[in-house]
Nanobody
Framework: QVQLEESGGGLVQAGGSLRLSCAAS????????VGWFRQAPGEDREFVAA????????TYADSAKGRFTISRDNANNTVYLQMNSLKPDDTAIYYC???????????????WGQGTQVTVSS
């Protein structure tokens, strides 16, 4: 089992920035990829970004390209999502996820965190 715990959400004005953190514990070596999803009210959960735990192979949704950056600190088993130039449409619950393959982490992760709320005011 892999446990994931997000933090760093909050309220920010449009144009501002937030950095989300995801602390991983447990059998993290069983999941090669880690990623972020988000779910806005009344919408389906959607993929945002993912990368290899070891670094590299970053992939982003079109809505995140150029504004969001996924990174990791292997020493602390923590993954980050730096979000810049935030828009009201970015308002959602953001979830950390982990999976064995890039396909799974984009579509159907093996593990999920509990989520952290991000609200962007106009």
């Amino acid at each position: 089992q892999v446990q994931l715990e997000e933090s760093g959400g909050g309220l920010v004005q449009a144009g501002g920035s937030l950095r989300l953190s995801c602390a991983a514990s447990g059998r993290t070596f069983s999941s090669n990829f880690v990623g972020w999803f988000r779910q806005a009210p009344g919408e389906d959960r959607e993929f945002v970004a993912a990368m290899l735990w070891s670094g590299g192979l970053r992939t982003y949704a079109d809505s995140a390209k150029g504004r969001f950056t996924i990174s990791r600190d292997n020493a602390n088993n923590t993954v980050y999502l730096q979000m810049n130039s935030l828009k009201p449409d970015d308002t959602a619950i953001y979830y950390c996820a982990a999976a064995r393959t890039i396909q799974l982490v984009r579509q159907s992760p093996d593990y999920w965190g509990q989520g952290t709320q991000v609200t962007v005011s106009s």
